[in-house]
C-alpha cells in the first residue's frame, strides 16, 4: 500500500437562489432585492466580497447569487458544520433585509434557496474543493474519479421535479422527478469552464497553497443538500475515493464512453439498472459502479490509519454504513430505510405523499411549490426545517457548534490565522486586505502576513508576525 495523507483540505462553495413576495405593488428583481441583502455588509466593509469573521468568504456572485465558501477545513464534520453556519449567515442577512424592506414601506419577504435550479431553467452551483497531491496526474485523476461523481447521484442527489420545456435538452425525458438538480446542466467531464460550458471537474488549477506539492480539485457537479447526513455523504464518499487513488489502490475500470448522457439517464433511474457504456467496450450500471467503489471503501477503510488529524474513521465508518445502505435500497425498491437521512428520498417521500393525497400530477404547480420550499433555508419556514422538528428528517451536527462556526473560524487549519486577524480588524478603522493566503493592513506603515500552508495554525513567526498585525490595527490610520 503506498503512502497517502489521509488529512485533507476541504471546502464548499454555496450559491444561493434568491427572490422575494412583497406587500406593496413595487416589484423588486434579483439583482435589487440582493442589494438589499448585501446592504449591511457593504455599508460595514465597503464591499460586497469579504471574508467572514469566521474565516469564510461573503460575497454576492454573478446572476445576483449569494455565495459561502467555507473556510479551510481539514475533517468532514468540521465541514458540516461550516457549511450549515453559512445558512445561519444568510438567513440573519435575510431577515434584516425584511426589516429594512419594511422601514421603506414596501414590506414583504426575501426568500434564500439552497438549491440549484429556478423556474426559468437557470443552474447555479454547490461547487466542492479537495486539495489533492500534485503527484497523481490529473488525467489520470480523472478517469478514475468521473465514474464516481456521474453515478454519486444515486446516494446523494437533492432531488427535483424535472418538466422539460420544448427544445431543452433533456426534453425527450419528459416531466418526472429526478434523483439530481444539477445533471441536465453539466455538458462536459473535464473542462476549465464553469458557466458557458459546465463540467463534471473543473481544471481551474488556484491551489491556494504550495502549488509544487498540491492541486485543489474542483467539482462542479453536485447539488446542494439540506440534509447534512446525505451532505456527509457526498464529501466523505469523495474523501475516501480521493484518498484510494492517491495511495494506488487497484479500482475497476469503468470509464464512462459518455459521461454526459449516463449522467442524465441515471438521474432519472430509481433502479440503478440502466446499461452504461464503457470505454472498454463492455458496460456497467450506475448501481454496479456505486457497488464496486463501496466494496472498495470498506476494505480501504479496514486498513486506513489515523495519526489524530483530519477525518476520524469513526465518521468515515458512518459514512461507509449509509453508503452501504442506501445502495441496498436500489435493490429492493424499499427506500424507507434511509428516508430521513437522504434528501432525494426524504423530498420525493413528501412530494408523493401530498400527490397521493390530493390526486395530483407530477406536472401540478404545488408539487412545484413543495420542490422548491424544501430548500428554503429560513428555520421557520422552511419545509426541510419543518420535518427535522417533526422527526423526519435526521440531523448531525450540534446546533450550539453551527452556531458557533458563525463566528470561530476552524481551529484546526490557517483559518484560525486569519480568524483572528478578522476579529481585530472589525474593531479597526485601518483598512485591510484578505484573501485565502494573504492578510494585510493597508497604507502607510501597513504590513503583510502570507499563510501558503493551509494545514499551518501557528508558528512562532506566524504568531509574532500576527501580533504586529493586530498593534497596526489598534493604531489610528496615517
Not at 418538466?163 to 433533456?170: I, K
Not at 457497488?291 to 490509519?305: M, S
Request: aromatic share 6%; with cysteine.
Amino acid at each position: 500500500m503506498s503512502t497517502v495523507h489521509t488529512r485533507r483540505i476541504t471546502g464548499l462553495e454555496t450559491e444561493f437562489g434568491i427572490t422575494s413576495v412583497l406587500d406593496s405593488h413595487r416589484r423588486l428583481g434579483p439583482d435589487e432585492v440582493a442589494r438589499y441583502l448585501f446592504a449591511p455588509v457593504v455599508d460595514r466593509y465597503r464591499s460586497s466580497n469579504i471574508y467572514w469573521r469566521n474565516g469564510s468568504r461573503v460575497y454576492l456572485d454573478v446572476g445576483a447569487h449569494p455565495e459561502y465558501a467555507t473556510a479551510e477545513c481539514d475533517s468532514l464534520h468540521q465541514l458540516v458544520a461550516y457549511d450549515r453556519s453559512g445558512e445561519v449567515i444568510f438567513h440573519r442577512l435575510a431577515e434584516q433585509c425584511e426589516r429594512t424592506l419594511a422601514e421603506r414601506g414596501i414590506g414583504g419577504k426575501v426568500y434564500l434557496l439552497k438549491n440549484n435550479t429556478d423556474s426559468l431553467g437557470n443552474s447555479y452551483g454547490c461547487h466542492e474543493n479537495f486539495l489533492v497531491s500534485r503527484d497523481v496526474p490529473l488525467k489520470a485523476l480523472s478517469a478514475q474519479l468521473l465514474p464516481f461523481l456521474v453515478t454519486r447521484q444515486l446516494i446523494c442527489g437533492a432531488g427535483k421535479i424535472s418538466v422539460p420545456a420544448p427544445g431543452a435538452p433533456n426534453e425527450n425525458f419528459g416531466p418526472g422527478f429526478c434523483l439530481s438538480q444539477r445533471s441536465d446542466h453539466v455538458w462536459e467531464g473535464v473542462s476549465s469552464a464553469t458557466t458557458r460550458s459546465r463540467p463534471i471537474i473543473n481544471t481551474r488549477d488556484e491551489p491556494h497553497a504550495d502549488s509544487a506539492r498540491y492541486r485543489r480539485l474542483h467539482v462542479i457537479v453536485g447539488d446542494s443538500n439540506m440534509s447534512e447526513t446525505t451532505t456527509a455523504l457526498k464529501v466523505g464518499s469523495a474523501l475516501l475515493v480521493l484518498e484510494m487513488i492517491e495511495a494506488g489502490v487497484e479500482l475497476p475500470d469503468f470509464e464512462l464512453s459518455n459521461e454526459i448522457r449516463s449522467i442524465r439517464e441515471i438521474s432519472r433511474d430509481f433502479t440503478g439498472a440502466t446499461p452504461l457504456d464503457l470505454r472498454n467496450g463492455r458496460t456497467a450500471s450506475a448501481l454496479g459502479i456505486q457497488k464496486a467503489f463501496h466494496a472498495a471503501a470498506v476494505d480501504w477503510l479496514d486498513q486506513r490509519e489515523e495519526d489524530g488529524t483530519g477525518t476520524p474513521n469513526a465518521q468515515l465508518a458512518d459514512v461507509v454504513d449509509l453508503w452501504g445502505r442506501v445502495l441496498d435500497c436500489f435493490g429492493t425498491g424499499d427506500f424507507s430505510p434511509v428516508d430521513t437521512e437522504i434528501d432525494w428520498v426524504i423530498k420525493k417521500s413528501l412530494i408523493d405523499a401530498v400527490a397521493e393525497r390530493g390526486n395530483l400530477e407530477i406536472t401540478d404547480p404545488r408539487l412545484a411549490q413543495i420542490d422548491l420550499t424544501y430548500h428554503d433555508i429560513n428555520p421557520d419556514r422552511g419545509l426541510f426545517h419543518l420535518l427535522v422538528r417533526r422527526g423526519r428528517a435526521k440531523t448531525l451536527i450540534d446546533p450550539a457548534e453551527i452556531l458557533a462556526a458563525t463566528e470561530q473560524a476552524p481551529a484546526t487549519t490557517r483559518a484560525a490565522v486569519r480568524g483572528k486577524f478578522l476579529h481585530a480588524a472589525e474593531e479597526s478603522t485601518r483598512q485591510t486586505t484578505v484573501d485565502w493566503t494573504r492578510l494585510k493592513v493597508n497604507g502607510e506603515g501597513g504590513g503583510e502576513l502570507l499563510l501558503p500552508d493551509p494545514f499551518c495554525t501557528g508558528s512562532p513567526e506566524i504568531d509574532a508576525a500576527l501580533a504586529d498585525l493586530t498593534d497596526l490595527l489598534a493604531e489610528a490610520p496615517a
